[in-house]
């Protein structure tokens, strides 16, 4: 997979070996952010987990929070698979990825650790819901002004999260399957009149 800790290949690693090693810190970086909070976490800590060397993050990522804020935007694109189809299958996905527990675990942590971090938060808005917001927006229909697509799209994530969404981050209740979110988005979509 490339270089790990006391572990070198010989050349340049190819873009799929650079972006399963980025995955793979990723996958790190979730674990120890949602086991241990984002402040407790060190790069040395991420580099051991994730087998490379902490240049290897810094070259990736940046920082610390460029590592959290990657995490954060990979959700995102996880929710973004299903670009150009409708506003049905992009809502779906978009509660799919949100309800998932890595996605309710970092949004705990968000909430948690806020206060301590104001610009992590920020960039947490930004890369999350602000995101989530403008994946709805370019699913509406097309003879929408702009002020009134931005107002109904995070009007249209308020509904997809709300009660439910809660419920999860409180930990009373489970992740919804394809049937149930597909539901819970229909009813979403009803109650604004954007039913396809």
């Known amino acids: 997979m490339g270089e790990t800790v006391g572990e070198r ?16 810190i990723l996958d790190e970086a979730l674990r120890l ?3 241990r909070g984002y402040g407790a976490v060190t790069i040395d800590e991420l580099a051991q987990g994730a087998r490379v060397t902490k240049r290897t993050i810094y070259t990736y990522f940046g920082d610390k929070a460029g590592v959290f804020t990657a995490v954060i935007e990979r959700f995102r694109a ?19 990825v949100l309800f998932s527990d890595s996605a309710v675990g970092m949004h705990r942590l968000m909430i948690a650790e806020a206060l301590q971090f104001p610009e992590l938060a920020a960039g947490f808005y930004e ?8 994946l709805l927006a370019a699913g509406l229909p097309g003879e929408l002004g702009e002020p009134e697509r931005a107002a109904l799209a995070e009007a249209l994530f308020g509904l997809l999260l709300g009660e439910p969404h809660r419920r999860r981050l409180l930990g009373l209740s489970e992740a919804p399957n394809e ?6 988005v ?11």
Do not use: C, M, N, W
Request: net charge positive; charged share 30%; proline share 3%.
């Open 179 to 184: 049937a149930a979110a597909r539901a819970h």
């Open 33 to 35: 952010f949602v086991s």
């Open 186 to 196: 229909t009813s979403a979509l009803a109650l604004l009149r954007l039913g396809e």
């Open 78 to 96: 996880q929710a973004g698979e299903v670009s150009g189809a409708g506003l049905q299958e992009t809502a779906t996905r978009i509660v799919e």
């Open 9 to 24: 290949k010989r050349g340049r690693p190819t873009e799929a070996e650079r972006e399963a090693r980025r995955g793979h």
């Open 127 to 134: 890369s999350g819901p602000r995101g989530y917001v403008d």
